[in-house]
C-alpha cells in the first residue's frame, strides 16, 4: 500500500498542503492546478462552467486571479451573481479542491495586462464577442494577426476586452483520495476581523 502523506489526519497541515499546491499552480504551468473548472450561475439561474487558467494565488488575503475577455459570457454571470465556485484536480496527488468565493471584476486592469506577452494580448484582439455563433470555423482574429503577433502599440487595442477577476475565497472544500480511506474536510474563512481566521472541520468522505 502507498505510504500516506503526514497531511492525511492532520487538518493544519492539509491547509498547509492547499495552500502550496495553489502557488505551485500559479508557477508550473504542467501542474494540473494550474487549470481549474471556473462555475457561475447564467442568466436563467443555472449552472455555466469553463476551464480558466490560474494566474495569481495571495496566501494572505486568500485571494485567486484569472483572466478574462470582458465580453464573455462568465463576466456577465458575475455581475448579476457573484457567487462563484473553482474546482481543482491533481491527478497524480489524487486530490481535489473545490474554492467557493465572490468574484470581483477589474476593467481593462492595466497593470495585470503588462504583465501578458504580446501573443498572449493577442487573444484580446478578437473582433467580435466571443461565444457568439459564427457560419464557419473562425479564431475571431483580424486576418493580419493569425500568423503574426501584434507589436506593442497594436496589443494596446486589447486592453479594452481584457479584465482581471478576483475570487475572494469563502469556503475550502477538500478531498484525498486514498486506498486506507478517503480524507474530505472543510475550511471556512470567517473576514469579518482584521485577521483572515479559519475554522476547519472533517467532512465523511
Known sequence: ???????YNNLSLTLSKIRSL???GVKDRMSDFHYTVLSTVNEKNKPDARTVIL???????MTLRI???LRAKKNSHIKKNKNVILTFYDN???IQLRLRGEALIKESY???WEGLSNSSKRCYLVEQTPGIESIKPTSGLPEKYIKFSPNDQESKNGLQNFSLVLII???IEWLYLASQGHRRAIFSLDRKKKDILVNSQWLVP
Do not use: G, T, Y
Open 169 to 171: 475565497i469563502n469556503q
Open 67 to 69: 483572466h478574462s475577455d
Open 110 to 112: 492595466e497593470k495585470a
Open 55 to 61: 494566474r495569481d494565488f495571495n496566501v494572505d488575503s
Open 22 to 24: 495553489l502557488i505551485n
Open 92 to 94: 497524480k496527488e489524487k
Open 1 to 7: 500500500m502507498k505510504k500516506l502523506p503526514e497531511f
